[in-house]
């Protein structure tokens, strides 16, 4: 089944501690993504990718990293969270044709992050 | 940037009803979805629009990549259908960004 996987779904975890997400996909895509959500705001990109070892920042990177080692996964680092970094996340990832004809983004099914 | 605007926020239907909810954005793009998220937080792809119209069932969408705004039909309402419904584009050029609107919020009671 095409999917994009994140793991943990949950965390609570406390102001400091550094922190992985993990984002995988299965269908072969160059363009990987993170999103964070938050009331009122929608959704907003931290950061993205379009190939392996190629990453960009999106609108609200600050406090976050992240790396693409291998094309299937996109972890995303929280080298030293702090509480306003609670957050519902998202991961997404879509082919990029050089057309730009069809580059529909699929999402994972979220991790929800509480920083106390 | 590009600025994405939906409207109206907040929607609340009778089972039954159709609606109309409507996506503005600031300048062109190549990339333009629709998506629902549900009440347990995923996010549904529903449609791909970048330009034109599509139907996919009760649901249908339109965008008229010129005059810079996309439309999403809901016909014959579901309790099902409630949830938040969002708008995202991106324009390839220099960046490869995605902007999402803030949402339009729909309530369908039976």
């Known amino acids: 089944e095409a999917q994009v996987t994140q793991n943990p779904r949950y965390l609570i975890t406390v102001t400091g501690k550094k922190l992985t997400v993990t984002c995988s996909q299965n269908?072969?895509?160059?363009?990987m993504s993170w999103y964070r959500q938050d009331p009122g705001l929608g959704l907003r990109q931290i950061y993205y990718?379009?190939?392996?070892?190629?990453?960009d920042k999106g609108d609200v990177p600050e406090g976050y990293k992240v790396s693409r080692k291998e094309k299937r996964n996109f972890p995303l680092i929280l080298e030293s969270p702090s509480p306003n970094q609670t957050s519902l996340y998202f991961c997404?990832?879509?082919?990029?044709?050089?057309?730009?004809?069809?580059?529909?983004?699929?999402f994972g099914p979220g991790t929800r992050l509480t920083v106390l | 940037g590009i600025q994405v605007e939906q409207s109206p926020p907040d929607l609340i239907l009778q089972e039954g009803a159709n609606s109309t909810l409507r996506c503005n954005f600031s300048d062109s793009v190549n990339n333009l979805q629709w998506f629902h998220q549900n009440p347990w937080g995923q996010l549904i792809n529903l449609f791909y629009i970048p330009s034109g119209t599509k139907q996919n069932g009760r649901l249908s969408a339109t965008t008229v990549a010129t005059e810079r705004y996309s439309l999403l039909y809901i016909s014959s309402s579901q309790t099902t259908d409630s949830g938040v419904y969002f708008c995202a584009v991106a324009s390839f050029s220099g960046t490869y960004k995605y902007i999402f609107g803030t949402g339009t919020r729909l309530k369908v009671l039976a």
């Open positions: 269908m072969n895509h160059e363009y």
């Open positions: 997404a990832s879509s082919l990029i044709l050089a057309s730009s004809s069809y580059n529909e983004q699929f």
């Open positions: 990718s379009m190939n392996v070892e190629v990453t």
